[in-house]
């Protein structure tokens, strides 16, 4: 299994990148009407019929689009402070 940290090699960033966009692509899944704006929409009028697979449903695409944001943000964040030093 191989190493995912914030490594400063050209292949440790393009190995984070493409976890990114997969993590994205999933969060944003379909591509023509992603489920996680119906499930939002969904939760935002009162949930009201929801069952347990909806939820799950909510927290695989929320979360794999929140992973990904935050990575974003962490290799932006790490590549200003090494910018800076």
């Known amino acids: 299994m191989q190493n995912l940290n914030m490594s400063s ?12 966009v997969l993590l994205a692509f999933l969060g944003l899944s379909p ?3 992603p489920h996680l704006v119906g499930k939002v929409n969904w939760i935002l ?19 794999s689009l929140l992973i990904s944001i935050v990575l974003t943000i962490r290799i932006i964040f790490t590549s200003v402070v090494k910018a800076k030093k």
Do not use: E, Y
């Not at 019929?49 to 695409?61: K, L, Y």
């Open 9 to 20: 090699n050209k292949s440790g960033f393009s190995n984070q990148i493409f976890i990114i």
């Open 31 to 33: 591509l023509g009407d």
């Open 45 to 63: 009028g009162g949930a009201v019929g929801m069952n347990p697979m909806d939820w799950f449903d909510f927290v695989m695409h929320g979360g």
